[in-house]
């Protein structure tokens, strides 16, 4: 069975579930995966749980804040990640953001979806090889599941990260997962790639599109337009 270089492919992995496999964690699943595939340690990974996985005693904001790197000392670090937010090309997470409506409350104060989008936030500006989710959809409405998935996906390719999801709900994940990972029965791990996910190949190419050409006026509205097939005949008829 062959071994997969994470280190060359960035891609987002969904590990399916069984009754053999509910005894083990989540977590221990994607751990074993990388031993599995003879990743060396140490692992440098951020991790969502099912809830939360945010520190009780400090704020939503300050949970997020954790793992945002600023590169100055001389103005705030909460400051500096609103620049940051504002700074992406894809606005979305600072969309997502905003859903966070008491980011300066404690997570006890705070309702299940902004605690949810604290996590997944800090999960992703964390600097790390890898980025494991348990059931990120628990908790999210469908306008923030569609936001994080458009976010995820923008981010795997621009930090060349490879992200592992557990996830009941196949039919929301697998638009958009590459490889489908199930546990065997010898405990050894199979991989199934996902081929159905041209539309995704395809919303992708057309949204880099736009970032490739930096020096046009209009990049916002650089999108594939069907050509037009009179355009010819006009410019012969004027002549």
Known sequence: MTKINFEMTFEMYLFTTDAFENKFSKLNEFISFLKFNRVNLPYKFSYVSHDDCLIPEITLNENILMNFSPNSLTAGREFQFQEFLRERPNRELENLYKKISIPHELPVNSDAQMRKISALIKS???????????????????????????????????????VFIYSDDLNLWKPHVHQQVKREKDYRFSTQKIVNNASRELEKNQFYARIKNKNSLNQDLLFRLPKNKNKNKNKKSAA
Request: hydrophobic share 40%.
């Open 124 to 162: 992703l500006i964390f600097e790390g090889q890898f980025i494991f989710l348990e059931s990120p959809e628990n908790d999210l409405d469908q306008e923030s599941i569609a936001l994080f998935i458009s976010i995820l996906k923008d981010h795997i390719s621009r930090h060349k990260q490879n």
